[in-house]
């Protein structure tokens, strides 16, 4: 079992900057560990993944915008947020892909709000 503890969320103001957080339990046999959000009244999408190789995936809708990184020695992943926009308002979800013994495992954290509003 894996817990996934997000923290960083708040209102900040269009064109402002967060910086999300997530602490994993572990780190063991983690593939990918990533973020996604939803927003009010839409489905939970993708927004940044980074794998256990240091590939990234970037939503197309937030590159150039969002930056993921990860500290190993902290089992934390980042997620930091510039330039953002009202549409950005969303609970954002701290995700883990686990592979042991041949199977593969999601999990997911609780959730932070991001308000994006003037």
């Known amino acids: 079992q894996v817990q996934l503890v997000e923290s960083g969320g708040g209102l900040v103001q269009p064109g402002g900057s967060l910086r999300l957080s997530c602490v994993a339990s572990?780190?063991?046999?983690?593939?990918?560990l990533g973020w996604y959000r939803q927003a009010p009244g839409k489905e939970r999408v993708l927004v940044a993944t980074?794998?256990?190789?240091?590939?990234?995936n970037y939503a197309d809708s937030v590159k150039g915008r969002f930056t993921i990184s990860r500290d190993v020695a902290k089992n934390t992943v980042y997620l930091k947020m510039d330039s953002l926009k009202s549409e950005y308002t969303a609970v954002y979800y701290c995700?883990?892909?686990?592979?042991?013994?041949?199977?593969?495992?999601?999990?997911w954290g609780q959730g932070t709000q991001v308000t994006v509003s003037s």
């Open positions: 995700y883990a892909l686990r592979t042991k013994w041949g199977r593969k495992s999601d999990y």
């Open positions: 572990s780190i063991s046999s983690i593939n990918v």
């Open positions: 980074i794998t256990s190789g240091s590939y990234y």
